[in-house]
């Protein structure tokens, strides 16, 4: 095997390409936006509450799968359908 093929022995730095400098200007101001919003809607919800909170009061007063007595039969049932 023969191998007299020269190489070319220049290691420069190779040519950058034009900096996006505004592409990370972009993505900080997204990641702001994304931020501010976020801290809005926790904002809301520790004022106001969760949204069904407000349609189903009676959620807070009682548990969800707390026994009941049922009138007709005095067995006890689980609202949740377990048995």
């Given at each position: ?33 994304l931020c501010m919003l976020l801290c809005a809607n926790v904002a809301l919800v520790l004022t106001k509450g969760w ?33």
């Open positions: 095997m023969k191998s007299n093929a020269s190489l070319p022995l220049t290691f420069g730095p190779k040519p950058t390409p034009p900096a996006r400098w505004w592409l990370a200007w972009l993505q900080l101001l997204c990641a702001w936006l949204p069904q909170d407000e349609t189903r009061p009676q959620a807070k007063a009682q548990g969800d799968c707390a026994p009941t007595e049922v009138v007709a039969k005095p067995r006890r049932t689980h609202r949740c359908g377990g048995a």
